[in-house]
């Protein structure tokens, strides 16, 4: 172990010139960050495009001077047209789960702090690594350049249903360039998210300090590492997937097009043999792991926040490692409960509800741990320790809705509607950010050498907290009443006195959306002008609060940290302060 | 940084899109190097457009999906392909100067041509224009249409127009007849669109008759289309000599 | 900031609570035999999250609370966990989770796994960008073969049947309101001609995908109920994302009596 840690510090030395340190930087913590900021971009554009989202779909006439600049179709003269309304939800969903729930939680905070707390002076591939970002940061860019295409962008949702996106523009607007456009970022992620999966798989198996043994990972490294593991199986099934669409479109091939299809009068003669319900299993094959891509790290990340800040050890590490690792195994067995009414076999159908129930035990047990680390701990309400309590609220609430929809009885009639909207916006969009904001606070000090500003990330998570239940959590109601979701307007009368609700909801995503300005100032504001931070503000015990904010190139100066313990060591009897760090020579009674 | 170079890069595009546009309005100018028309000899060419056979039964159109649609009509509505008048002359034929025409050059008008979504139904039926001129595209309905038409030698779009929303200007830069136009959200609703490149062209009415006026004496080969005998409809050429100031007589028949 | 979080959660959980039991929104009325099977499944699952929802935010927010730092002398519970404790509530979980799913088999199993009645009412649902439109087989009781180059929206010809020359397809009746019996089994045929689209009835409990290239089955017996409200008309909307016109893609549903059936039937039969 020894002999490969000085291969690997000696395999690059600190880069000097601007474009090697920062551009195309092969040290990890340049490529978190790269990672992380692609990610703040994504998410800025996906905030404003739900923004203007809520406007339409509140009020449909109103005038938005500038879209009709972006797009003289989309929005002639300001006011946008149904077509445009479903490209811009595409584009939404598109970039917040790839570019944003993929990105930051996982290759941005992964990249950043899982070498560092396993005590390696970088990924194992480092020119992989780069790649990968690269690839993926080319991809985004594929992504944006389909708003600017005459056709406009894609407006099949970030499912891309074929055979609606497999027969090119016939089947109307942004179904040409665009389309294509979206099909070439997607494979480009999958393509890098590959590549970062790879690295992250080998870094944790290979590149672990003296000591640190599996069971002495902290959560956020096991979540990082399971996840890699998901994201090798799954984005590689997409990438087929992906693949065979572009194949479908340009090439000729029905991979997901059946004979005979008739589209605005004319006969698709081209094409036949193929099974739309293919990309279907294809996608959720990929789809739901996708899912616990986004949500793992968030838990791996409130799970050592938590713990952290209720100075206390992480309740049932074991069991939430366990946890972890049957999601992830589930995770590839569930994907059908997304197709209950697609025509599957109704037998099919059974088994993939019996199998989500069974992910729900894990789901449970990882709640339960965490009530149970808070439990006789003594918290102290950080901004990050406050994300991480919301992140837990947040996962019980939209995880509970799960449950409705896991069994098919019930998702006959709930399927499609806002319902399952407020139930995956809580529990892998919001949840997942609010790991994300934990995260953010959290190491802030060891990326940028710098805190954050408490006052300021306090009063943006009280507005984003309240905020996203005001949005989402009357989303289920509305799905009770049957309201429909993509439906970029209530022509229909039975959907008239829902309007006042989606008024409310409208109101509050303004006021949240507003909100989030308080965390970009402060993120800016403190990168420059924070407090600077010392080496281990939170007390905390891993081995990145051992190195000096920010870390040196190379994190441990040359030398190799020595592991003495777990990573959760709080409150210990007996110790001189009320945490251990995992480095330290001090004993822990044996439990 | 990202954003810089998302920008830098999205505003090629942006650049590249607009050269694109520009390219293909310039390509539906007519050739240069024109003979002129001397007005005071042009000729003209009348006629009649019979149907031979029996009269198709024409279905009642159902619009129960759309109450907006329903709530403009206090009559039942027949599908208005295959519609012969009462004296079995046809309406809805569109005639036009296929041949002969191309050594002269005309100005595209620049008035545009409208055509009217009313009750959900196409108002014309057919329309003809030239290649290059404006049309212009309004809703009467208090419901959202679609604009698709379904060219093949022009660029294809499809478009929403919501009630209440801004007229659609549109141009069609080659000659192509017929551009089937259709709204998917309302699938009965069908136009048909004759776009030339001469000034030439008629749309028979009640009477199924037609003048092409203004002809400039020569050999013409006349293009009469009609809706009638299968989704793309059929077609029937005959060649025409217009004299100096004459009125050329031309008429077709079609069958079912 | 402990207690302001204890608060701000249990608002929380009091709002969302009451708005369910007090059904501010609730489910739309229920005109299909099978249908209060799903809202009695429906039920049973609320108001079991609901007890977890209420347990787990009150005890998120109870311990928030209670085990803030105050800056006393006080000890935290040096604990990494309770392997007993992991067990019964991994237990409890999994017969709970797994119960409430088995409980709920019955229900799909009614919709899906037996086949509609003898006798029932046969129709062929087709959608397209972006209409439905249904066809009856007529007197004879066969449905026409349908010829992918007969179809001709412009002509009324949305199937594409060749009337003249096919014998079974002379008496079809098609039209654009789904008109059916009240308290007679009908089983759909939904097939699609273009991409995917969705036939759902909020009323009925009734969603199903329809994909080009399948013929999906699905079956329902509207009842009395269907009579007493919105005159017996309902919405069908598609929910299958199918392009620009998706939202308004619907037709609607026409629930009648035995009688005003058949005279419905042979009006739409004389305007094909």
Redesign the interface.
Known sequence: MAEMHAEVAHAHHAPTNFISKYIFSLDHKVIGKQYYFLALASVVVGIILSVLMRLHLVWPDVHIPWLSALSPAGAPGGVMTPEYYLSLMTMHGTLMVFFVLTTAPQAGFGNYVLPIQIGAEDMAFPRLNMLSFWTTFLGFVVLMAAFFVPDGPPLSGWTAYAPLTAIGSIAGPGEGMGQNLWIISIALFCVGSLMGALNFIATTLDLRTRGMKMSRLPLCVWAWFITAILALLSFAVLFAAAVLLMLDRVGGTSFFVPAGLIVSDRVLSNHSGGAPLLWQHLFWFFGHPEVYIAILPGMGITSHVLSTFSRKPIFGYKAMVGAMMAIGFLGFMVWGHHMFVSGMSPYSGFAFSVMTMAIGVPSAIKTFNWLGTLWGGKIRFTTAMLFAIGFVSLFVSGGLSGLFLAQPAVDVYLHATYFVVGHFHLVMGVAAIFGMFAGTFFWFPKMFGRMMNETLGKIHFWITFVGVYCIFMPMHFLGVTGNVRRYSTFVDDFLKPLIPLHEFMSIAAFITAGAQLIFLFNLFWSMFKGQKATENPWEATSLEWTIPSPPPFDNFAGKHPVVYHGPYEFGVPGAAKDYIMQDSHETVPAT | ???L??AL??AG??KK?ST??SSEESSSMPAAAATPIDQSTVGEVTGKIMFQGTKPKL????????PVCVSKHSE?VH????EVNDDGTLPNVFVYVKEGAEKYTFATPTDAVTLDQNGCMYKPHVVGLMAGQTLHIVSSDA??H?I?P?PKDNR?????Q?P???P?DKVFARPEVMI?V?C???????SYIGVVNNPFYFVTGADGTYTLKGLPPGDYTIEAWT?IG??SGQTQDQKVTVSPKGTASLDFTFKS | MGLAIALVITLITAASVYIFAAHVWWLPVDISTHGAGIDRQFILTLVFCGVIFVLAQLGLALFVWKYRDRGDKRKVTYSHGNNRLEATWTTAAAILFIGLNLMGYRIWANMHFTGAAPGALQIEVQGQQFAYYFRYAGPDGKFGPLHVDKVDDATGNFFGLDRDHDPDSKDDIVTATLGIPVNRPVELLLRSKDVGHSFYVRELRVQQDMLPGLEIPIHFTATDEALKHQNGRYEIVCTQLCGLGHYKMRAFLQVMTEADFEKWLQQQAASQ
Do not use: Y
Not at chain 2, 79 to 82: F, L, Q, Y
Not at chain 2, 156 to 160: D, G, I, T
């Open positions: 940084m990202t954003i170079v998302a890069f999205l595009c942006s899109e694109e546009t279905a009642v159109i159902h619009m129960d999906q759309d039942p599908v208005e392909d295959g419901t959202t679609n698709h379904l294809e779009w499809n478009e929403s919501p209440g929303a801004a659609l089937p259709k998917n959200q309302h699938p009965w609703m069908r809706a299968g989704p």
